[in-house]
């Protein structure tokens, strides 16, 4: 019988995974959110992933279980792993992704590079923060923020009361994260596989261009880095994996100050879109990779396969029809454009499919990438 | 909704179209033999492509019909074309590559070069050929055939008396084809993707190493080939193309001879073997390549992405167990293999799976590429 590798969660990442299990010739199943999602070729299942017998149903017919994204609650993770399931990344390690406080306490206590940081209680504490750290400062919610969700620059703290207003009504009470706004010069990301075994690969480093809080754009290699920094972001990324206990693919998102410091900013323990260049641009695929880690099979070489690769993010998408109407012209301008869409429908500010091109020239590998994408907007 | 590509056959061709169908965001639907075929996962249907009802049912839920194989009968064929199917490749190419006489007869009248050949009707006929032709020959049975299957190397026509005995008793009659035993060098290959529209995209020529008239291995591009020799196969293959109407990929099977001339050997309508090497190393491969041929939309780039690529063939696989079980040995010696395997079980002979390695060094990746497969045999 072939590997059976399970994921909770229907969405892009997951639908990611479907082309390089086929091609291996692992079975992918997955539990999705609901019908008609990006992953519903591989769906098996449909039910709520905070429901721990829904997920545990679901798990015991396969022989690993991953993710599609870091929500499924602890509680949940618990009984699968009392039970007997293979849990990759496993809860200890999903907890710090699920909570921004907990990871900048074992980020701290590691001696990884990031923002000054403090968990406070109430506007009192924040505003000190604030006034220690130039009248201004980044606060996140802890838990359930993503893509720019659950993020406010203020210069008062009275900007984020309703935030502890809700906090005070949480069961699970606790604090907001209060970081310094870090003056940096470009955003980075780095990659790192591990497998349960301990064998660890990072990719090359990449620049990220976010936009509104979304990551609209990554070139591959990050251009103009020294030898030197791409070592200092292969360590870190390996440190967390190794630190945090991480199985499968990590994402380190990171600053790169005006001083030329990395930064963590943040982390996320499954594929990743700073990774989605991997796909035509490196030997072994983020997604392949994911899969080879949570099997705990040996990791493919993560080495870029051209010079040069360039995602740029359809967001949004044609405002009347569906992305395949603009196929015909975006194949026709740009044929070394790799098209990827997520079955999705169109909708302001959502990401709905992804562009790579690859090459030697950077220029051109950008201006191409951009141009074919630019053909799926209005 | 999105576009709907409907393949006739369940194998390993049709699985192939799954992850760029999946990628690109186009909804693939097989008709299958049976269950548990090699391209399951996108199976939709499952039933006898010889009969009419049930193809037409299968093609009335998709917008263009294509094939993981040549063997529909032309009857079912023109049953779907008058009632109105887009069928790519159509019937008035696919007889060229379900008939080798036809398939000489139009050479020849296009003017393509190829070994010498005659239609035989009795074993006189064929003895005839043979003396004219320094005492051998090689004799086909014009249609099904495949992988070596319907083909003889004789240097008696009474060898070949089984078959004329079986065409007496074929009510579509007819006559063997005889061919001069070609004195070649080495076997390669020209692909090229036609859309309806007219667009060509030819792919480097690629070396094929046969055993026991099995493919077992591929180099692409084809070793010291002058550009003059590349020129010439890519100009036979658009001139086959062209002049047979075929829409999707071509594959066409060339000997080189002593002498330095091509002459074509084989063709095939739809993605061939000796093209799996650009699924890893070329900016499109020729699975996606069919797909948007068959959909009439613009073809992607067919040059290679790395200097080199060599594809070897798992034919039998492992005595005992399925291929994972030798994904670990395998990954972990050769952590750049592109690992490929059908989801069929192993048998003596039977491709498998496959193993591609690409890279800047002819001799390192043709060694990687062998080693991995070798690890998936006894």
Sequence with gaps: MALRVGVVGGGQLARMMIAPAVELGVELRVLAEEDAMAASLAAVAVGDYRDAGTVLGFARTVDVVTFDHEHVPQEVLAVLVESGVAVRPGPSALRFAQDKL???????????????????????????????????????????????????????????????????????????????????????????????????????????????????????????????????????????????????????????????????????????????????????????????????????????????????NILGGPADGGLDERFDAAMAAHPRAKIHTYGKAPRPGRKVGHVTVTGDDLDDVAYQARAAASLFLD
Tied chains: 1, 2.
């Excluded at 301990?198 to 030898?227: F, L």
């Excluded at 870190?236 to 998102?253: F, H, K, P, R, T």
Aim: charged content about 25%; aromatic content about 6%; hydrophobic content about 45%.
């Design 102 to 312: 907990l990871m900048r306490a074992r980020l701290a206590e590691l001696g990884m590079p990031q923002p000054d940081w403090a968990a406070v209680t109430d506007v009192g504490a924040l505003q000190a923060f604030i006034d220690a750290h130039g009248g201004r400062a980044v606060v996140k919610t802890p838990r359930g923020g993503y893509d720019g969700k659950g993020v406010r620059v203020v210069d008062a703290a009275v900007e984020a009361e309703d935030w502890f207003a809700a906090l005070a009504e949480d069961a699970r009470g606790g604090a907001l994260l209060a970081e310094e706004l870090v003056d940096f010069s470009r955003e980075l990301a780095q990659q790192v596989a591990r497998r349960p075994s301990g064998e660890v690969r990072a990719y090359d480093i990449v620049e990220t261009v976010q936009r509104g809080g979304v990551c609209a754009e990554v070139i591959a290699p990050a251009p103009h880095s020294s030898e030197r920094m791409r070592d200092v972001a292969a360590r870190i990324g390996v440190g967390i994996a190794e630190g945090l206990d991480v199985v499968g693919m990590l994402a380190v998102e990171l600053f790169e100050t005006t001083d030329q410091r990395l930064l963590v900013n943040e982390l996320a323990m499954r594929p990743h879109n700073s990774g989605h260049w991997t796909q035509d641009g490196a030997v072994t695929s983020q997604f392949e990779q994911h899969l080879r880690a949570v099997l705990d099979l040996p990791l493919g070489d993560a080495t870029g396969s051209t010079p040069w690769a360039v995602m740029v």
